[in-house]
């Protein structure tokens, strides 16, 4: 497609409104399924730390005693 101006570009004929809308939505989309996986993966690493802190915790005091 060749357009003439960069208005033309973004008026795509009077389509540009439901084009452009459309490209903003998937990148959304896009950016949600990159970035979810790596919050909960952290999340995820978070919580094992947690877990295998408070074991090492009461491990040591049961071997204190």
Not at 5 to 15: D, K
Not at 38 to 63: D, G, H
């Amino acid at each position: 497609m060749h357009f003439d101006s960069m208005q033309a570009l973004i008026e795509m004929n009077g389509h540009g409104s439901y084009v452009w809308t459309a490209y903003a939505i998937a990148f959304v989309v896009l950016l949600s399924l990159i970035v979810q996986p790596l919050r909960a993966k952290k999340q995820f690493i978070r919580v094992q730390k947690n877990e295998l802190r408070r074991q090492q915790r009461s491990q040591s005091k049961v071997s204190h005693q």
